[in-house]
């Protein structure tokens, strides 16, 4: 999934608000070592079932996804911490080995 | 306290965000992210002064909007650091951690001349991923027979002046090229530019040809400083030869200014033992 330009990600967390709908937008918040994602990187979880846009590949996404399910239920916004161990990610044949903090926040998280 | 949780105060902010990208404008985005409280509350620090949001602490509100200034300066898309680093006085904050986004729109270069180097480039920076706009006053240079790929705006201008500056907008991530077939073409060009002042501005010429249009533009009564901003004779040193490697070698340039680069080889350091 590629990245989302800035104007059209805002603008699809609006038109979810309009509709009434939670969306979870995950962001890599800081990085340390080398990870598949730079910080900013930003992913989009509706609570429709659709989402958007990446926070790096198969070394995280699997976990994020989880998270977000879990704060699309809650609405609680909470800081994440993945460690991609030089292990874990050779046995995944790819090409991380760090630690990546993924802010998980909850918008139009009040029905209106 | 009110993170974006709140409807109302998403919409506010995404209807905010909007508008400074509409504006071609920057803004900071701050969230706390880690605390004991106020997880999620943000506030939106628009490069022009205006804010959305609160923190629900009006002390911590100013400090991110200090620290959004400086954050805007540097070169980085997204960066969270600890209270205690960059407002040590807010002692019941010190450990909390804010995440400071760029909102900025979408990087563009705008390619004043469509000739050789002109065309060459508007494709390059297209592939590299910027959106591009090509400009010429001969309409047939800028046929979109010559230029069938998307994404590559085609502007034919008998006047540069307007379209320029409206192309331009407020500047924030915008690089333009100056590559004009001649002088007045290039003095005229650098006059819409300047005042418009985008990120990057480059003008192509030997450095006794982009000399003349400088001291033109001085004599009228541009601003030092902001004449000694343009990037005169255009590019990095590549000995280049080609258009395309012209175009490359600017290309480079503008990625370099964007994101903090020296233009440097990054292997130098093996060699100054």
């Known amino acids: 999934m590629a990245t989302i330009p800035q104007l059209e990600l805002y603008h699809l967390i609006e038109e979810a608000g309009e509709r009434g709908e939670r969306v979870v937008v995950a962001t890599v918040a800081h990085t340390r070592g080398s990870t598949p ?60 080995g760090g630690t990546m903090e993924i802010f998980l926040d909850v918008w139009n998280a009040q029905k209106t | 306290m009110s993170g974006a949780g709140d409807t109302n105060l998403s919409a506010q902010l995404t209807r905010a965000v909007a508008r400074a990208l509409g504006d071609g404008a920057s803004a900071v985005l701050a969230t706390i ?12 620090l628009e490069e022009v002064g205006g804010r959305t949001g609160t923190t629900g602490d009006a002390a911590l509100d100013d400090a ?73 006053d001969r309409e047939t240079f800028v046929a979109r027979e010559r230029f069938p790929e998307t994404g590559i705006e085609l502007v034919a201008a008998p006047n540069w002046t307007d379209p320029l500056r409206e192309l331009i907008g407020a500047g924030r991530g915008v690089s333009v090229a100056v590559v004009t077939r001649g002088h007045n073409e290039d003095e005229e060009c650098m006059r819409a530019v300047l005042a418009a002042r985008p990120d990057y501005v480059g003008m192509i010429g030997s450095r006794r040809r982009t000399n003349i249009v400088l001291a033109r533009l001085r004599e009228s009564g541009f601003d030092e400083e902001l004449l000694s901003q343009v990037r ?21 340039e503008i990625v370099a200014q964007r994101r903090g680069g020296t233009g440097r080889p990054l292997s130098e350091w093996r060699r100054q033992k």
């Not at chain 1, 846009?53 to 879990?70: D, L, Y």
């Open chain 1, 37 to 96: 994602q730079r910080r900013g990187a930003k992913m989009l979880f509706f609570e429709g079932g659709a989402v958007a846009g990446t926070v790096g590949g198969g070394c995280v996404e699997a976990e994020v996804w989880a998270e977000a399910r879990v704060a699309l239920r809650t609405g609680r916004p909470a800081l994440h911490r993945f460690s991609l161990t030089a292990d874990e990610a050779s046995e995944e044949g790819m090409v991380c």
């Open chain 2, 33 to 44: 992210v880690e605390a004991p409280r106020g997880v999620g509350a943000k506030v939106l």
């Open chain 2, 64 to 136: 991110l909007a200090e620290h959004a200034r400086a954050f805007l300066a540097s070169h980085a898309e997204a960066r969270t650091l600890r209270v205690g680093e960059f407002a040590p006085a807010l002692g019941e904050w010190r450990d909390a951690r804010v995440l400071f986004e760029r909102i900025e729109p979408e990087p563009r270069v705008v390619v004043c001349g469509a000739g050789h180097v002109g065309a060459a480039l508007a494709r390059l920076a297209r592939v590299v991923g910027y959106r591009v706009t090509l400009i010429d």
């Open chain 2, 232 to 252: 005169a004779p255009i590019g990095l040193d590549l000995g280049a030869v080609s258009p395309e490697e012209v175009a490359l070698s600017v290309l480079a």
